[in-house]
């Protein structure tokens, strides 16, 4: 059989990985994955303008590169899914570099520096390929003339450099600046880097610390399950086996938006909010890949789950198996493993909202509450108390045909609970716990319903205990 050499063309190639999608934030994290598998406890990001056009750079102090090591990293597709990876490795495709580098500029330069060994430096101006993966190798002088060539390690480690950075449109219609959106994009870069990588930054969690840094501001965590409050409710965790390796599953209830403070609800708000961060989120070696939502999990369909959050960790070994993209920012949930997942977080986090709102109950029972809780087979549900004494009174008051009227307007204020409304509002932290009513007649209203009951013969302590929890002044009427 005959063949034929059919290379591609490298400008059609370059241009083809520059769209796969990647956004800034999600490309400087694929830049800062190769950083932490190269060991590196430190991270910073620098970004500046030069004569106008923006530039950035990604150091680390990581084990660095040697000349060939470097020329290898800079190859598209060097080392590929297929060959072994350490299990501390964040890479997968051997593409991360420079798909992630194209996807944002047109010129990336990487100078990097094994323990001591003098800088080596090789750059991919896509302007200038001249039909042919040429790449460029740095001499000493043209290290220096490079943009933050102040960050060469002075020891080990890895400076990557984005020149041309082309994919900062200005919308016609906004009246931000070019310059305006490469520092929005700077602030979001923050944010995606303090939740990616909070395991990395938070002491709680078993993994190398690693500090991150923008313009030498350090980026500070965003962790999900806010785990260092005290009313976030760590519940068990359960490992999964599959194909030799563990996937641990650890759900989490995080506290109510109305227990947490200032910093917490902006760090929440960063998230996208409870409602949207609810859901599943799915760590490689520490690293998150996917963020929130329920994967099509069918155990976790309800609203209560809104303060629900599962972490699950995945081997690097099972990459293929959850669909890992090139941008490794989406996974699948294997068909292998949905079933026991799904039966895990049925059991716990059923249980666990049943804690939250059972505890709800109890308390309303101390206050002698109008309302009581029942659980039926499909869910919860909400009645006024017939035998509580106020209703129990008054409904003495009345003829069997008014009892009988006064019975239908309870069924129907019961049936009419505008559930969604006070469920939105409460996420919101939007409930006045006051009557809407004005407050000029309240203390005639409150004496009558007091004289009633004393007329019904109710017992002197019970009145009080029924005025306590209903915040009703029964005092001068003694
Ligand atoms: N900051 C760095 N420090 C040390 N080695 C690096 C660094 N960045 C990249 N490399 C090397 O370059 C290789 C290719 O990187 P990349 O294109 O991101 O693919 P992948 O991470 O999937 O292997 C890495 O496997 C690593 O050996
Ligand atoms: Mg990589």
């Not at 260092?228 to 409710?233: I, V």
């Not at 006064?406 to 006045?432: C, S």
């Not at 319903?449 to 013969?457: K, N, P, S, T, V």
């Amino acid at each position: 059989m005959e063949t034929v050499e059919c290379t591609p063309s490298p400008t059609c190639l370059a241009e083809s990985l520059r769209s796969v999608g990647y956004s800034m934030e999600t490309a400087i994290a694929d830049i800062i994955d190769n950083s932490i598998s190269a060991q590196a406890t430190a991270i910073d990001i620098f970004h500046d303008f030069l004569d106008e056009e923006p530039v950035l750079a990604i150091l680390d102090n990581g084990h660095g590169m040697n000349r060939g090591e470097l020329i290898e990293a800079m190859r598209p597709g060097g080392h590929g899914p297929l060959d072994a990876r350490q299990a501390h490795d964040l890479g997968r495709f051997g593409l991360g570099l420079k798909t992630a580098s194209f996807s944002q500029c047109r010129k990336l330069t990487v100078i990097s520096r094994r323990n001591g060994m003098e800088p080596v430096g090789a750059c991919w101006d896509l302007d200038r390929l001249h039909g042919a993966w040429q790449l460029s190798l740095l001499e000493p002088d043209d290290i220096q003339n490079t943009p933050f060539s102040q960050y060469t390690p002075s020891t080990c480690g890895t400076l990557v450099i984005w020149e041309k950075l082309d994919r900062i449109t200005a919308n016609k219609s906004s009246k931000k600046s070019y310059k305006d959106l490469f520092l929005e994009q700077m602030a979001s870069s923050a944010s995606h880097i303090g939740l990616v990588f909070h395991r990395f930054i938070e002491k709680e969690y078993d993994c190398h610390k690693v500090s991150f840094r923008i313009n030498k501001i350090p980026v500070t965590p965003l962790d999900p399950y806010f785990s260092q409050h005290d009313s976030t409710q760590k519940l068990q965790q359960e490992d999964i086996s599959l194909h030799g390796s563990t996937i641990a599953v650890k759900p989490y209830i995080i506290p109510h938006y109305s227990k947490l403070d200032g910093s917490a609800r902006d760090a929440l708000q960063k998230m996208g909010g409870a409602n949207a961060s609810q859901g599943v989120y799915v760590y490689r070696n520490n690293r998150l890949l996917a963020r929130g939502g329920w994967l099509k999990l069918k155990s976790c369909k309800k609203e209560a789950y809104s303060l629900a959050r599962v972490s699950i960790d995945i081997p690097n070994c099972h990459d293929d198996l959850w669909n890992l993209d090139i941008k490794k920012s989406s996974v699948s949930l294997p068909e292998l493993v949905r079933a026991e997942i799904d039966t895990i977080l049925e059991r716990i986090l059923e249980r666990s909202i049943r804690t939250y709102t059972s505890k709800g109950q109890k308390l309303a029972e101390k206050k002698l509450a109008l309302w009581v809780r029942l659980q039926g087979n499909k869910g919860a549900s909400y009645a006024l108390d017939r035998s509580h004494p106020l209703l129990d009174a008054f409904s003495r008051t009345l003829d069997d045909e008014s009892r009988k009227r006064f019975d239908g307007i309870l069924r129907l204020i019961e049936k009419g609970i505008p559930w969604e409304a006070i469920y939105n509002d409460r996420m919101g932290n939007n409930i006045e716990h006051m009557t809407p009513h004005s407050d000029d007649n309240r203390c005639e209203h409150e004496q009558s319903l007091i004289a009633m009951l004393r007329r019904q013969g109710v017992p002197e302590d019970k009145i009080r205990q029924i005025s306590t929890a209903l915040d009703i002044r029964c005092e001068q009427d003694k």
